[in-house]
């Protein structure tokens, strides 16, 4: 068993789009798990944990699994926060029970080895993307929500997978300048919140930027997808890192 009096680090990861056609992502996900998490104080799970959400009431083995595998970490010592993506936006309480994840407010502020962070899955920074923006606002309106959510299972199942088609084919007319965040949007959420760090996913352009907020140094960490490896951000007291672990070969 992991001894909590030892652990000083905190673990962040964005965008693993799991889904059962991809197993190598999966396998990973559950290596690190059961490998680099239990050594954890928190893991913060920055949205598109899922390649898409159909409801809470999906119960298909595969999203079953990855609630197990999730529950098990978080009832051995590390507690798991959840943030919402654009693709999982409708993973809600039952299933964030079923996991032993804690949902957090879309843009939230969390104390770091004494610094103050504001985390976030980082869609809504992209605001050059209009088209994407004008769907956000909408699907998170209640009657949107509320009208998917009355659809049967397999016409969900649907909606989703045509929702993928059409948002690859988007996503490829459009420019990387109009996917990547605004830099203004950037210095207001630090402002507003007071903070000189910003953790963020939903570019799938990991880096560490160097910028200037509330006049002073500030520091923007972009987390990496997980498409072609594993990728995840570890913070200490004393260092940060974004590291990457390759897929295993079968």
Excluded at 60 to 78: H, P, R, Y
Excluded at 118 to 129: A, P, Q, S
Aim: hydrophobic share 40%.
């Amino acid at each position: 068993m992991t001894n909590i009096a030892s652990k000083s680090v905190t673990y962040f990861i964005a965008d693993l789009h799991l889904a059962p056609n991809r197993p190598d992502i999966t396998a990973c996900f559950i290596s690190f798990l059961e490998n680099q998490a239990p050594d954890a104080d928190k893991l913060y799970i920055l949205g598109d944990l899922f390649e898409s959400w159909i409801g809470d009431d999906d119960d298909s083995t595969f999203v079953i699994d990855i609630a197990n595998a999730i529950k098990t970490l978080s009832t051995t010592g590390t507690p798991v926060y959840f943030v919402h993506g654009n693709r999982d936006f409708l993973l809600g309480k039952r299933y964030a029970k079923k996991s032993g994840m804690e949902l957090l407010p879309e843009i939230s502020e969390i104390d770091l080895y004494g610094q103050k962070a504001v985390i976030m899955h980082g869609d809504t920074l992209c605001t050059r993307d209009v088209a994407y923006q004008a769907f956000r606002k909408k699907s998170r309106s209640w009657w949107w929500q509320a009208m998917i959510k009355s659809l049967p299972l397999f016409v969900r199942r649907k909606i989703a997978a045509d929702y993928r088609k059409r948002s690859a084919s988007a996503t490829a007319m459009k420019s990387q300048d109009i996917m990547d965040v605004t830099d203004d949007e950037v210095i207001l959420c630090l402002e507003q919140f007071q903070s000189q760090l910003l953790i963020h996913g939903h570019t799938h352009r990991p880096n560490r930027h160097a910028i200037e907020a509330n006049n002073a140094a500030a520091e923007r960490i972009v987390l990496g997808d997980w498409y072609e490896q594993g990728a995840w951000l570890k913070v200490s007291p004393n260092s940060i890192e974004l590291l990457t672990q390759p897929f295993q070969q079968n």
